[in-house]
């Protein structure tokens, strides 16, 4: 499947570097490459768009207005040089949030959270002997609903101030909670092994004594937890 991509940045050069990325893709079509967010209402009015690449700070609009206002939503990553933007980015369901500049192992990895996202993939928990209630699951306040979140599902929780991004296998929830008061809904397979983390534990790959490994992604470990971390992994 071809997915057709628009992007829309005020920097010439970010532009250019999205283009040269999207270059190294077979699957990946880029219809258009736009300056605003004005020029690109143009292009999604006459063209159905599979992905954005949409820059934050833009003049006259700034992009997550932009993207607010569409009445038909393509799937989003939002590109910018701030970190301030993220909460606001992730609440309009982003694929992916970016920061400039932009590497291809970075922007591949928004890629393939796409292609999942995409094709509608479903993660399925795998039992193991250790895993405890995989049929465990919560409701978090989500876009004005109840979402349900499956436990074994959850691979670990990331703290973003006021809110908390929950990591699953293929997709992310971001949710308006604390990590202590959220950390109290969850069994015993989830341990809290920095300030701003949770981790499931049937769900490490591998470990030191600084940082913990889910897949590819490296947690740190506080060094306020390191002595009721060696007690739980062992």
Do not use: W
């Not at 009445?71 to 989003?76: A, Q, T």
């Not at 796409?114 to 094709?119: D, E, H, N, T």
């Not at 995989?134 to 876009?143: C, G, L, S, V």
Request: hydrophobic letters at 40%; proline letters at 3%.
């Amino acid at each position: 499947m071809m997915y057709k991509c628009l992007i829309i940045d005020d920097e010439e050069l970010a532009r250019g570097l999205i283009k040269t990325h999207l270059s190294r893709l077979e699957d990946f079509q880029l219809i258009a490459s736009c300056s605003s967010a004005l020029e690109a209402s143009v292009i999604l009015q006459r063209e159905p768009i599979d992905l954005l690449f949409l820059d934050i700070e833009m003049p006259v609009l700034k992009g997550t207005d932009f993207f607010k206002n569409l009445i038909h939503k393509p799937r989003v990553v939002f590109t910018t040089a701030y970190r301030d933007y993220a909460i606001e980015g992730f609440e309009l369901n982003a694929v992916d949030y970016i920061l400039k500049p932009i590497t291809f192992q970075r922007f591949f990895n928004a890629i393939e959270k796409f292609r999942a996202l995409y094709g509608g993939s479903v993660s399925i928990p795998v039992t193991t002997p250790n895993d405890i209630g995989n049929d465990t699951f919560i409701y978090i306040r989500k876009d004005r609903k109840q979402v349900k979140v499956q436990l074994g599902s959850i691979l670990y929780i990331e703290s973003l101030k006021d809110y908390i991004k929950i990591h699953l296998e293929g997709e992310n929830h971001i949710t308006k909670h604390s990590i202590s008061s959220f950390k109290e809904k969850l069994d015993n397979r989830f341990i809290r092994v920095h300030r701003s983390y949770i981790i499931n534990k049937n769900k490490i790959t591998a470990y030191t004594k600084n940082d913990i490994e889910i897949g590819e992604i490296e947690i740190p470990i506080g060094e306020n937890f390191r002595n009721n971390i060696s007690t739980f992994l062992t």
